[in-house]
């Protein structure tokens, strides 16, 4: 990996400093962190403006196959025991 400086200014650079000590993480990390968040922000503004767009026929055809999924909620399957639970 190669290094470079970037040029911010000097109290961006101490709150970038300050967040990533307090992380326990170096300042260049806590940058990539931020940007993977920016990232990732970014793809779910995408697929949100997608489904927004998405037509009321296909919202209806997606609906009504999902509701069939729904149906399977109750399927007769018991409920996984606990820690505190008495075995089966």
């Known amino acids: 990996m190669s290094l470079t400086t970037i040029k911010v200014d000097s109290a961006v650079r101490d709150r970038l400093n300050?967040?990533?000590?307090?992380?326990?993480?170096?300042?260049g990390s806590f940058v990539e962190e931020l940007l993977e968040a920016w990232a990732r922000e970014q793809r779910f503004a995408a697929m949100r403006q997608a489904m927004a767009q998405t037509p009321p026929d296909l919202l209806a055809s997606y609906r009504a196959e999902t509701s069939a999924f729904d149906?399977?909620?109750g399927d007769g399957l018991t409920k996984e025991p606990t820690a505190t639970s008495e075995p089966r």
């Not at 300050?18 to 300042?27: I, M, V």
Request: glycine content about 8%.
């Open 71 to 73: 149906a399977l909620t």
């Open 18 to 27: 300050a967040e990533a000590h307090r992380l326990g993480l170096t300042a």
